[in-house]
């Protein structure tokens, strides 16, 4: 039974996590991995990108407790 509830928190963790970092802006998006975007501009997140920012990293650290529990169990 708690092999089943982990397993749900788990998909839908994953399903949040999937939205959150689509959801984070790109700056340098492709360019830089070709050789181009080099530009030394340092953005600093703010408002609304880092409250997206916080929430990946929290889901994320709930998504490793939950797997390394699921792993334990």
Known sequence: ???TIINILQIAISIILIILI???DRSAGLSSAFG????????KRRGFEKTIFNLTIIFLTA???LSILNFVL
């Not at 181009?36 to 953005?43: A, E, K, P, Q, S």
């Open 1 to 3: 039974m708690n092999d």
């Open 22 to 24: 689509m959801l984070q």
């Open 36 to 43: 181009g975007g080099d530009n030394t501009f340092h953005h």
């Open 63 to 65: 998504f490793i407790v």
